[in-house]
């Protein structure tokens, strides 16, 4: 099979995007904080206080930083905040080390705020409704880990009532933890009355401008390691984008895939099936798939080890690819520039090490450009995302950054998130 790069272009089959069966703005599909009757309630804030923790300490409160308009909402209407969550995966079992205490230090510091801690296990709430009984108007309480239940994760719906027992109202403000259906994130919704958070509202209406009703061109970026982890993505992309650059280690595979070698790169042999159907998809599709059409190789995976570049139809049979190169870097940016909208998760090439960080960095900064200019509507998230952003210093100039992991990944592969479902109107 010879090679098939199409260049994006305006040329490209136009497509009529299905029309969506209301052409109403996002919030008004489900119900808002505003739509609540706050005043001297007790409100259960589900949050995704899932932080990276070092030493007892936050090492980034980027997620709790994003409650704090939801909590003084909250707190404005003399209502008690009570702040849900998971963190980590204690299994179902009381962990001290997976204790939520942990992080309300960092929850005083963002919202300027008391925060007081309830222990529970979740069985016996007795102690729990009474200090949330006995807290003052306006206070911001933390229960513990609700993993700490094993019933949580299966979303028995008798830990469902336990949690709604302590509560008046529910507002769910953890679109990063909306892809699990569990207790405090899906089952607790349909007991009370319930909204999306100011956070929770700004991600849905962020990722609707970036796939659901996106201004077109739309160029989707995807990257990471493998294929094997977004073969739902890229399908789903493909049928939905006009153009996908396809980055990172997976690209090796698609590589493969139409007959090039890719010497001892990263690759899933395995999946070459997968890749030429999805090729053959977005070609059906109308979706230009932007592959690289450079590399630097490298025969150590290791920082700073001597490279070369090569053409992808030359790669070193001992080499690895490790990043693109500068002729592909040139295509993606002129890809960038042909977009409306850009939607992007995964990096490029192995950001972590210098040099391989060079593309991602390229492109990140090139996306971040052409947003402070106006030109662009760039949504990014997922996994490694938001640290190959932040290593290219542009973390706060793309149109939205989303701060979830799996969830993000799932709404870009167009599946319904049941957390987000459960506030439907
Ligand atoms: C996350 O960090 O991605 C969310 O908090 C969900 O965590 P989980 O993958 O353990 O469900
Ligand atoms: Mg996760």
Redesign the pocket.
Known sequence: MGPRFHPLCHSATPRERPTLPEDKPVSQSFKTLDELDLSGKRVLLRA?L?VPVADGKVTDATRIERLVPTIREIVKHDAKVILLS?F??PKGKVDPEFSLEQVCAAIADATGHPVGFVATDWVDVSAAKQAIDEAPAGSVLVLENTRFHPGEEENDPELAKLMASLGDLYVND?F??A??AHASTEGLAHLLPSAAGLAMQAELEALETGLGKPKKPVVAIVGGAKVSSKIDLLENLVTKVDGLVIGGGMANTFLFAMGYGVGKSLCEKDLADTARRILDKADKSGCAIILPVDAVVSWHFKANSPTRLYGVDSIDPDGMILDIGPQSIERINGAIDDAHTVVWNGPVGAFEMTPFDAGTVAIAKHVAKRTHDGHLVSVAGGGDTVGALAHADVKDKLTYVST????FLEWMEGKPLPGVQALKK
């Open positions: 995704d899932n998971h980590g995966r953890a990063s933890a892809h699990r979830a992991g799996g969830a």
